[in-house]
Structure formats: structure tokens, C-alpha cells
């Protein structure tokens, strides 16, 4: 079964600042990749979606991400970050409609 | 994209009793979702509930504590039965779109136990 690595549990970083929360996938086929983003006291909602075609994504509040298929990574990058952003964010990778989630990363954006 | 509404959006029960969450759809779809996400925690499926058959659970999960129903393409229910303090928890139902490789989430139940 799919399986999904968030590298880090929590990242600190200063308003305007640009960040970057790391993804890294295990599959033996072919996945869908999302970032989720939970507001505290939220559900999910949904930031940007890898389906296929072009490997770098844009979604919604400025974010971006990249699959790199031989690196088995989908990382979220953002250049300049609002105190707005800050929240949890889940990494996941969907498989025949079995979707898996990362442990979450806390991004805390400071003044 | 769906937009998923949730109720109760929170309770406090007491330990024994039973709790009946719903999930409504603005659109119809196959697949909805229940998942658990413990204090701190990333999130668990709990079942998959598709309309018309018995809903699919997951190991560590059984129909008897999470009983779960399906009664159209718009809408489902999850009972937490029998609670005690480890079930609190805040429980989310998705919508699942594309085939159902694509989630969309409700705002959740924040459940406690006491």
C-alpha cells in the first residue's frame, strides 16, 4: 500500500519569508498527490491537486508544488508567506480511491 | 468540488451513550468517507460508504462501534456507539469526486467524551 512521509512536524518561519514543506511518497503505481491545509478548529480543505500532466501545480493562497517522480516527492512551496497561513497542512497520495495522509507539518508564521 | 456540511459540529457526551453524526452533499456522489482525528493527530479512515452496498471498514474498526449508513448519493450517517473518553475525537466525512480518488472534506465533529 501507498504511504505518505512528511519530513518535518513543525516549521517555524517569518512573515514574508518563503517556505518550502517537504513530501516524500511510496507507491509501487501510479498516484494522486494532494495538500490539504486545517485551519484550527476546521475541517480540510483542499490547496492543489497532482492528477497528471504538468508536474508543477498551483493552488490556491499563493501555494505551489512539484512532483518529482524518480524522487518520489511532492513539496509545497510558498515565496512569501502571511500570518493568515498559519495552520496545519497534510500531505497525501491516493491509490485506486484509498487515500493515505501524511502526520502533518505545523507551519507557524511569526510577525 | 462538493461542499460538505456536518452535524452536530460539536458534543459532549457522556460515556455509554451513543452519538449519530450526518453528512450532506450539495452534489451526488459514489464514495463518502469517515474519518477519525485524534487530538494532535493526523487522520484515520474509519469506513467507506458507498450507496447501495455495506459500507467497507478498515482494520480496528468494526460495524458494531461505528455503525454507518447510506441512504442516497447525498447524504450519510456515522453512529459512534458506546462511547468512552478514547473515542473523543473530531470526526470528518468527505466526498469523494473523479472516480474517488479526490476528497473534499466536511468541517468535522468535535466529539468529547466525559
Known amino acids: 500500500a501507498q504511504s505518505v512521509t512528511q519530513l518535518d512536524s513543525q516549521v517555524p518561519v517569518f512573515e514574508e519569508a518563503p517556505v518550502e514543506l517537504r513530501c516524500n511518497y511510496s507507491?509501487?503505481?501510479?498516484?494522486?498527490l494532494f495538500w490539504y491545509v486545517q485551519y484550527p478548529n476546521q475541517g480540510l480543505q483542499l490547496l492543489l491537486k497532482y492528477l497528471s500532466g504538468s508536474t508543477l501545480v498551483k493552488g490556491i493562497n499563493g501555494f505551489e508544488a512539484e512532483f518529482n517522480k524518480s524522487q518520489t516527492s511532492f513539496h509545497l512551496r510558498k515565496p512569501s508567506v502571511h500570518i493568515s497561513d498559519t495552520a496545519e497542512y497534510f500531505c497525501?497520495?491516493?491509490?485506486?480511491?484509498?487515500?493515505?495522509f501524511g502526520a502533518g507539518t505545523r507551519l507557524t508564521v511569526k510577525p | 468540488s462538493a461542499v460538505i456540511s456536518q452535524k452536530p459540529s460539536r458534543d459532549i457526551c457522556q460515556r455509554g451513550t451513543s452519538l449519530t453524526i450526518q453528512c450532506q452533499v450539495d452534489?451526488?456522489?459514489?464514495?463518502m468517507f469517515w474519518y477519525r482525528q485524534q487530538p494532535g493527530q493526523s487522520l484515520t479512515l474509519i469506513a467507506t460508504a458507498n450507496q447501495g452496498s455495506e459500507a467497507t471498514y478498515e482494520s480496528g474498526f468494526v460495524i458494531d462501534k461505528f455503525p454507518i449508513s447510506r441512504p442516497n448519493l447525498t447524504f450519510s450517517t456515522l453512529t459512534v456507539s458506546n462511547m468512552s473518553p478514547e473515542d473523543s475525537s473530531i470526526y470528518l466525512c468527505s466526498a469523494g469526486l473523479g472516480g474517488g480518488y479526490e476528497q473534499y472534506f466536511g468541517p468535522g465533529t468535535r466529539l468529547t467524551v466525559t
Open positions: 507507491s509501487s503505481v501510479s498516484v494522486y
Open positions: 452534489s451526488q456522489v459514489t464514495m
Open positions: 497525501a497520495v491516493s491509490v485506486d480511491n484509498d487515500m493515505r
